[in-house]
C-alpha cells in the first residue's frame, strides 16, 4: 500500500522561509513524478511545483517561480520544496502527489497523479 506522508506545515512571518518533506513508503519504485499541490477551500486545487522523478525536470507555477525549489532525495523517497519569501497568501494547505504510471497530462495538473498525501498546513501572517 502506498503511502504519502507531508510534514514541515508551519506558521512563518511574511518573508520567513519553510521546507515542506514528503516521504512516499510503500511500492514507490514505479513513481515518474511527485508533486506539491495547494488548496483554498472553495477553489481548485492548484499545481505548485512537479519533478520528474528518472528525468530530473522540475516545474513551477507563475505565483512561485523564483521563492520555491522542488527536489529529491532518492535513498530517502522524499521530495521536499523548500519556500522562501513567503506571502501570505501562500497560506493554505499543501498536498504531496505522485505518478505511478504515464499518462499525458501536464506535471501541474492534478489529473496527473493517483496517489495523495492529506496535506500539511502552511500559514503565513502578514
Known amino acids: 500500500q502506498v503511502q504519502l506522508v507531508e510534514s514541515g506545515g508551519d506558521s512563518v512571518q511574511t518573508g520567513g522561509s519553510l521546507r515542506l518533506s514528503c516521504t512516499a513508503s510503500?511500492?514507490?519504485?514505479?513513481?515518474?513524478?511527485m508533486a506539491w499541490f495547494r488548496q483554498v477551500p472553495g477553489k481548485e486545487r492548484e499545481g505548485v511545483s512537479a519533478?520528474?522523478?528518472?528525468?530530473?525536470?522540475?516545474y513551477y507555477a507563475d505565483s512561485v517561480k523564483g521563492r520555491f525549489s522542488i527536489s529529491q532525495d532518492n535513498a530517502k523517497n522524499t521530495v521536499y520544496l523548500q519556500m522562501n519569501s513567503l506571502k501570505p497568501e501562500d497560506t493554505t494547505v499543501y498536498y504531496c502527489?505522485?505518478?505511478?504510471?504515464?499518462?499525458?497530462?501536464?506535471?501541474?495538473?492534478?489529473?496527473?497523479?493517483?496517489?495523495w498525501g492529506q496535506g500539511t498546513q502552511v500559514t503565513v501572517s502578514s
Open positions: 519533478i520528474d522523478i528518472r528525468g530530473g525536470d522540475t
Open positions: 502527489a505522485a505518478l505511478a504510471g504515464y499518462n499525458d497530462a501536464s506535471p501541474l495538473s492534478p489529473r496527473k497523479y493517483n496517489y
Open positions: 510503500g511500492v514507490t519504485t514505479y513513481f515518474n513524478y
